[in-house]
């Protein structure tokens, strides 16, 4: 039979994902309606030069990964690379210019031509928000506690969260200046991309992947101290903001982000289940100017990336979380199913965890059900057990089975659970 792949980067979603993609989905309308956000749909095409002006003409993103083409008119479109932009797009025919908050959350695909690995698609799917219109060290903490409440809400607790700040546009000349004459002298160890983002862009070296460049960015000047004070207090404000809320981060100090419409905070957040080189979400304040505007519009958000929450909860079922039950009951009749859960229950007061099945379903399902729990014996009861007062425990790894009283059912499993640990 001939096999029609998608084209690399993407995939089909069919209804055992699509079901986890909706909890997330649900989770995120939910959280983010208690903060006061309303959601807004833009389209999955803009006008290229939306992007080019407002994530920065020299990002990894503009310069090498949009997906852009030219429509019958001859117009330059481009499939969006990230929501920031469009939302802004959109909210700019609202007061946000007059200074008046707006709160969105948005969620669909977004595009990038990247090197598909695991993890990295090329149309990918964000869920994020944007707090549009004003600015203020408050707003900045909210949505991180927001992000933590929806992070929470799906599992991902353990996330860690690292933040940094990018100050103001006008503190990054002294900063910069420190950074070139660092990076200079190390140049020649460095990728090409980092030899031109010396000359063009110098930011943009603190977000290199490559290793060698790496470990040469670790030893980079903390550039903090030659921000303005201003920016320094705002920073300060987050990060008590953050302590008041009971909002666990790690500063660090050379945290830039991928984008260039950045400014104050900035943070990512990873996951031990899939490494700190593989964010789950990221973003931050930014001002974005958009097409024929001079005057850049302020806001604060995130986006995070639905399939890597969901390898992220997947990694974590594996990883043990979902330890396999020690054993599974089977009820066949519903006195049965009342024995079944007196029983399993007892045993999960001696310490088991037990999987049981406690509607009626076919026995077909039921063992279905206990294959499922990775619990090494099913425990069968059915009618005739119930008139013999006896049960039938099942080796689920090599289909035996045998039958013993009732009375003994307590006692066996315990006895067997305990050899299987
Ligand atoms: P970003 O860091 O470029 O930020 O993307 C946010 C998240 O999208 C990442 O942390 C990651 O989980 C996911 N993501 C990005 N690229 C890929 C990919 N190729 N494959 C799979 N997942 C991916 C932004 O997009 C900003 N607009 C976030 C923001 C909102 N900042 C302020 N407001």
Same mark, same amino acid.
């Given at each position: 039979?001939?096999?029609? $792949?998608?084209?690399?980067?993407?995939?089909?979603?069919?209804?055992?994902?699509?079901?986890?993609?909706?909890?997330?989905?649900?989770?995120?309308?939910?959280?983010?309606?208690?903060?006061?956000?309303?959601?807004?749909?833009?389209?999955?095409?803009?006008?290229?030069?939306?992007?080019?002006?407002?994530?920065?003409?020299?990002?990894?993103?503009?310069?090498?990964?949009?997906?852009?083409?030219?429509?019958?008119?001859?117009?330059?479109?481009?499939?969006?690379?990230?929501?920031?932009?469009?939302?802004?797009?959109?909210?700019?025919?609202?007061?946000?210019?007059?200074?008046?908050?707006?709160?969105?959350?948005?969620?669909?695909?977004?595009?990038?031509?990247?090197?598909?690995?695991?993890?990295?698609?090329? %149309?990918?799917? %964000?869920?994020?928000?944007?707090?549009?219109?004003?600015?203020?060290?408050?707003?900045?903490?909210?949505?991180? $506690?927001?992000?933590? $409440?929806?992070?929470?809400?799906?599992?991902?607790?353990?996330?860690?969260?690292?933040?940094?700040?990018?100050?103001?546009?006008?503190?990054?000349?002294?900063?910069?200046?420190?950074?070139?004459?660092?990076?200079? %002298?190390?140049?020649?160890?460095?990728?090409?991309?980092?030899?031109?983002?010396?000359?063009?862009?110098?930011?943009?070296?603190?977000?290199?992947?490559?290793?060698?460049?790496?470990?040469?960015?670790?030893?980079?000047?903390?550039?903090?101290?030659?921000?303005?004070?201003?920016?320094?207090?705002?920073?300060?404000?987050?990060?008590?903001?953050?302590?008041?809320?009971?909002?666990?981060?790690?500063?660090?100090?050379?945290?830039?982000?991928?984008?260039?419409?950045?400014?104050?905070?900035?943070?990512?957040?990873?996951?031990?289940?899939?490494?700190?080189?593989?964010?789950?979400?990221?973003?931050?304040?930014?001002?974005?100017?958009?097409?024929?505007?001079?005057?850049?519009?302020?806001?604060?958000?995130?986006?995070?990336?639905?399939?890597?929450?969901?390898?992220?909860?997947?990694?974590?079922?594996?990883?043990?979380?979902?330890?396999?039950?020690?054993?599974?009951?089977?009820?066949?009749?519903?006195?049965?199913?009342?024995?079944?859960?007196?029983?399993?229950?007892?045993?999960?007061?001696?310490?088991?965890?037990?999987?049981?099945?406690?509607?009626?379903?076919?026995?077909?399902?039921?063992?279905?059900?206990?294959?499922?729990?990775?619990?090494?014996?099913?425990?069968?009861?059915?009618?005739?057990?119930?008139?013999?007062?006896?049960?039938?425990?099942?080796?689920?790894?090599?289909?035996?089975?045998?039958?013993?009283?009732?009375?003994?059912?307590?006692?066996?499993?315990?006895?067997?659970?305990?050899?299987?640990?």
């Amino acid at each position: 039979m001939a096999t029609y $792949a998608p084209p690399p980067g993407t995939a089909d979603i069919f209804e055992d994902e699509a079901s986890e993609w909706r909890c997330l989905e649900s989770a995120a309308r939910e959280v983010f309606s208690h903060y006061g956000y309303g959601e807004l749909r833009t389209p999955v095409f803009e006008y290229t030069e939306l992007f080019q002006r407002g994530l920065g003409g020299e990002t990894e993103v503009v310069q090498k990964e949009m997906y852009t083409f030219a429509d019958r008119g001859g117009r330059s479109l481009t499939l969006r690379p990230e929501g920031t932009a469009g939302v802004m797009r959109a909210l700019s025919n609202t007061d946000v210019l007059n200074g008046v908050e707006q709160r969105v959350y948005y969620m669909g695909p977004m595009f990038r031509g990247e090197r598909p690995a695991a993890g990295r698609r090329r %149309q990918f799917h %964000q869920i994020g928000v944007e707090n549009v219109g004003r600015c203020a060290p408050l707003l900045d903490a909210e949505c991180l $506690a927001m992000l933590r $409440a929806f992070l929470k809400r799906i599992g991902l607790d353990d996330a860690e969260l690292v933040i940094n700040t990018r100050g103001v546009r006008e503190d990054r000349p002294a900063a910069e200046k420190v950074l070139r004459e660092y990076f200079s %002298q190390h140049i020649g160890e460095m990728c090409d991309d980092c030899r031109t983002r010396l000359e063009r862009n110098i930011w943009r070296i603190l977000d290199c992947k490559q290793e060698g460049c790496g470990k040469i960015i670790a030893g980079a000047p903390e550039y903090l101290k030659y921000f303005s004070q201003e920016s320094r207090d705002y920073f300060d404000q987050v990060c008590r903001a953050l302590d008041a809320l009971g909002v666990k981060y790690r500063v660090e100090p050379r945290l830039v982000r991928g984008l260039d419409y950045y400014v104050h905070t900035v943070f990512e957040l990873t996951h031990p289940a899939l490494g700190a080189q593989t964010a789950i979400a990221g973003g931050g304040r930014y001002e974005l100017f958009l097409p024929g505007q001079n005057r850049p519009v302020p806001g604060v958000g995130f986006a995070a990336g639905v399939e890597r929450l969901l390898l992220a909860r997947q990694a974590l079922e594996k990883s043990g979380t979902a330890e396999p039950a020690a054993a599974y009951f089977v009820g066949l009749t519903p006195k049965m199913r009342i024995a079944n859960l007196a029983l399993a229950n007892k045993l999960r007061e001696a310490g088991l965890k037990i999987a049981l099945e406690l509607e009626e379903r076919s026995f077909k399902a039921q063992l279905r059900g206990a294959n499922k729990s990775g619990a090494k014996f099913a425990v069968i009861r059915g009618e005739s057990e119930a008139e013999k007062g006896t049960a039938v425990v099942k080796n689920m790894a090599d289909g035996s089975q045998c039958e013993m009283p009732e009375a003994e059912l307590f006692e066996y499993v315990l006895r067997n659970a305990a050899q299987i640990e």
